[in-house]
């Protein structure tokens, strides 16, 4: 496989905040990180909703593309839009939200749109089709794609089910994002990502992990990952399965922990850029 351009997923430098525990937004500055995520080799960085929300007021569309832009960065994604195939307020709330994300991905040039399907479980996997075939075109007039994340604390919770709301029907701007931890832990083994077409994979997303399974699977995956070969997980074997599909974009790098969080900002770009860029290596 050759080496793809690696790009910083917003929790990986995020420093001292969390998913779901009103910390999303970064103590660190949009600036200081995507300098840090430049100087370790980084091509990439992301941004959930709150924070987004937060530079937006702070440097404008115009502050934000100029600070990527002077440290080049090529990749730049937004995360996460929930609730997008619902109705009633939940749905009132997630088009807020659409609209705020649609708008910054074409002011910003963005690359992707990361979305999930529905973390309560109770919604059907019929009713997503047609609502994410609605987003794709949307993204599509804003400039960007779609990823859907197969996670298994989702009603999207494996591969034959994120395939089946993505359609028998490729659309040039979305498909699957396939992230090691999640296949772990859904029991998607790699000979499966390999068989999913290429036509299908929107994004891959690198990390490591324990084998063991201590806590609920959301929680586990907002606070055990571990730097790419510092786990139980074979990133290598991974990485040749995703080959096999014939993936050849871009890929994030999402690592979640309590270790993570208090890592000096440069040390965590550095040595996640480093150890994720050994796992290339034959």
Known sequence: MSIPELI??????????????GKETSPHSFQSRVQAAARAGFKGIGSTYSDLIHNIKKHGYSGIRAILDDNRMKFFEIEALLDWFTDGERRRESDAVRLQ??????????????????????WPVSA??????QLCAEAAAAG???SLEVLPFTNVKDLST??????????NNGGLLLDIWHMNRAGISYEEVAG?????????????????????????SIDRRKLCGEGGFDVKA?????????????MGVEILSHENRARPLEEA????????MLQFLR
């Open 8 to 21: 910083a997923s917003y929790w990986t430098l995020a420093g001292d905040a969390s998913p779901f525990d």
């Open 101 to 122: 994300m649609l708008r910054a991905a074409e002011k910003l040039g963005a690359y992707q749109i990361k979305i999930a399907g529905d973390i309560n479980g109770d």
């Open 128 to 133: 997503l089709a047609g609502p994410y075939r």
């Open 144 to 146: 960007t794609r779609i």
């Open 162 to 171: 994120g395939l089946a709301v993505v359609g028998d029907r490729a659309i």
């Open 196 to 220: 999913v077409p290429r036509q299908f994979v929107a994004a891959i997303e690198l990390n490591d992990g324990p084998l063991d399974v201590i806590e609920p699977l959301l929680e586990e």
């Open 238 to 250: 991974f990485l040749a399965s995703v080959e096999r599909t014939g993936y050849q974009g871009p």
């Open 269 to 276: 770009a550095q040595q996640i850029f480093d150890s994720t």
